[in-house]
């Protein structure tokens, strides 16, 4: 039995994320399990672009990715669904960041789309392919 299910959407797409949060919520609601969703803010800490920004402005971005991705999971799953989902918002790597989510809620199924348009028939997205290769839990992709 599937205890949490962890679905990685990309905010910055919510038209193509909808079809992904709503599998997400279907597997979940099916197996009973608490459903987590994240996304993550890149980190341009380590980049030369990072020189250019401050801490400040990787909080402020942080923060306004959690008020998007709550309206977002609002939006598709409406407010009863709503009010039972983690929202996560993570600095970092993509792929990184949902391996290190998924550990730390002990998921048991990663749910994420997967974003090359296209090429969909032929590829997984890098992020898609690195979960699915690295993860400890099963992954489920929606094309």
């Not at 949490?4 to 079809?19: G, M, Q, S, W």
């Amino acid at each position: 039995m599937t205890q949490t299910v962890l679905c990685a959407i990309d905010i910055n797409r919510p038209e193509e994320e909808v079809k992904v949060l709503q599998m997400a919520s279907k597997l979940a609601e099916l197996e009973g399990a608490q459903l987590d969703v994240i996304t993550v803010v890149p980190d341009f800490g380590a980049t030369i672009v990072g020189a250019y920004f401050k801490d400040h402005d990787v909080k402020t971005a942080k923060d306004s990715a959690a008020k998007v991705l709550k309206t977002v999971v609002n939006n598709v799953l409406g407010d009863e669904v709503d009010v039972k989902v983690r929202h996560l918002v993570s600095v970092g790597t993509v792929y990184e960041e949902v391996l290190r989510a998924a550990k730390v809620s002990g998921a048991d199924l990663i749910v994420l789309g997967a974003h090359r348009p296209d090429f969909k028939d032929y590829l997984l997205g890098p992020n898609a392919a690195r979960v699915v290769r690295h993860s400890n839990c099963s992954v489920y992709v929606v094309r």
